[in-house]
């Protein structure tokens, strides 16, 4: 199965991004948009994984979760990776580094490593991915013009995330949340 440990968002702040989102839009036209239910943070991509794998994966969210406070991330930023320029990824995020969030996804990847899957070689940036773009798209006019009411996210649990990819677009299931500070 397909597998990611990620933040989950309150409903209230998908509700609120998608407002913003659909205001976006037309600007940026085009693009794979994020459903508002699937809205998240990424800690780490774990790909296939087999059954097997699950109860460590499942020590490796316990012990990173419980070892990092409940924190908030002020998420009042528009992105795009790998640059505005040539954007292949849309996103919103917090303007600053979160030293909480990288201590958790680094307490996550020591985990996983461990385990022995191999390591990620991007750093682990705090973002909630809007839209994707197969080709690089020019949005530094769009994103000029755009801006976010400063949201308030509260990490207060780590989950790991089932992935089905479909046609209309992935179906996400959590199989298990680890709250934060244990
Ligand atoms: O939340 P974001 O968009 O950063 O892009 C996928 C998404 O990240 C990423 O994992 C998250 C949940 O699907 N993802 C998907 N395939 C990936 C891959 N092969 C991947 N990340 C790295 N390598």
């Not at 509700?15 to 459903?35: D, F, K, S, Y």
Request: charged share 20%; proline share 9%.
């Amino acid at each position: 199965m397909r597998l990611f440990f990620c933040v989950e968002l309150d409903d209230d702040v998908c509700r609120t991004l998608a407002e913003h989102v659909g205001r976006l839009r037309p600007q940026v036209g085009g693009g794979t948009w994020v459903a508002q239910d699937n809205l998240h943070i990424t800690l780490r991509f774990l790909g296939e994984v087999a059954e097997a794998a699950l109860p460590g994966l499942a020590e490796v969210g316990r012990t990173a979760a419980t070892g990092i406070a409940p924190f908030a991330l002020a998420v009042d930023t528009l992105g795009a990776f790998p640059s505005p320029r040539r954007a292949r990824v849309l996103w919103a995020g917090p303007a600053r580094e979160s030293r909480p969030f990288t201590a958790l996804a680094l307490a996550i990847e020591d985990g996983v490593l461990r385990l022995g899957f191999p390591p990620e070689t991007k750093p682990a940036l705090p973002h909630i991915t809007l839209a994707r773009f197969h080709s690089p798209r020019d949005l530094t006019g769009a994103l000029a013009g755009a801006t976010l009411p400063p949201l308030a996210v509260e990490v207060r649990q780590v989950t790991l995330m089932r992935s089905e990819l479909r046609p209309q677009g992935p179906l996400y299931t959590a199989l298990s949340r680890w709250p934060l500070g244990g």
